[in-house]
């Protein structure tokens, strides 16, 4: 097979704007989403003179906070107003170039003024947008367990506001930062819907993405890092599934990140699954063979070790009982496994599989870990993930 791709990097229409000045210190990444473009009208979030409001989990502490908004897929549109505030907090307007509205170019990324706010690791905020014209967003992120709340017509950011509806994706917003004294060491959780898990709730018990699970994990260990999850539910390696591939979209979220040490990885499920499946629109998605994952995968930690960044890998998790399983898709993820277990192309390798698997039938999820699908950790399972993790991979 012979397959194709392209970095995918910040827009060149992207803008940086920077008016209020912020203390001195230093950016760390402490929410981040991987974007995608919208297939339909249906994965849209269509605003007409309205308020926006996403609820978000900072896996960080800092004296001060900076949003950064994609547009990376959309038209033109304007925000007439912005703020934040902790859960239960005072609102706190957000500005871009000094200036509280500001224009969205199309295809453009704008970065917001630094908000001088105290904030704490696992602190909710909440970012409220006002746009006041009418427009389709079709750059967004799956958030079925934290909706967009949308308001009534007119401006309500300057308090929390009833949502007159809500949508389970989440336009714009791709990344907090927080601003700490000192730089800190990011961890990049890379991969899918099992490692997105778009459906957990932010206060769901026990934690359900693994990736903060491992991020509180390190806090109470008193290690420095900080825990970004850059995944998207339905993403490949190789070919695009849900999204630019994780061949296309590295650079976007793992390289332009500002301080990342190293990167966790479980991708390759949909890869599998999806090789050579009759598609909705009567095409045929590619065909992967063993050989183009483990060539992805290469790319990958090559790319990742030119900026000194080390990736951690975990093997792919048994699928048996899911929609697209096989008996041709069983053998290559046990050999894609094998190889990722003895090929020394990763830094280091976590066996998740064996963490997950029914020890009756160890190709397919424990029934006490899955969501009923066979494909997805439940809140137990990715909890168990989680915990799994060693922490000295990271020192």
Known sequence: MTYFWKALTAPAAALLLVGATAPDGKWTPAWTASMWQSANPRQEVAVDNATLSFAVRVGADGKALRIRLSNEYGSAFRIGAASIRLRDGKTVPITFGGKAATEVSANGVIVSDP????????????????????????????????????????????????????????????????????????????????????????????????????????????????????AISGNRVISRGTGPSAIERFDRDVLALPGVTHIVLLEGINDIGGSGRALPDGTTAPTITDADLMAGYRDLVARAHGRGIKVIAMTILPFEGAGYHSAA???????????????????SVVDMEKVVADPANPKRLAPALHRGDFLHPNDQGEFAMGEAIPLNLFD
């Open 115 to 230: 908000v001088r706010m105290t904030v704490k690791s696992f602190d909710v905020v909440d970012v409220s947008l006002y746009l006041p014209g009418s427009v389709r967003l079709n750059t967004v992120h799956a958030a079925g367990g934290a909706k967009t709340q949308i308001s009534a017509p007119g401006d309500h950011s300057r308090a929390p506001f009833v949502a007159a509806r809500r949508a389970d994706n989440r336009p714009l917003l791709a990344s907090i930062d927080v601003l700490g004294n000192a730089a800190r060491p990011v961890i990049v959780a890379f991969g899918d819907s099992i490692t997105d898990n778009p459906g957990c709730a932010i206060d769901a018990t026990p934690v359900c993405r693994w990736s903060d699970v491992l991020g509180r994990r390190l806090a109470k260990a008193g290690k420095p890092h900080a825990v970004v999850t850059q």
């Open 329 to 347: 898709g069983e053998a290559m993820r046990i050999r894609i496994n094998d190889w990722i277990r003895s090929s020394g192309t990763f830094d």
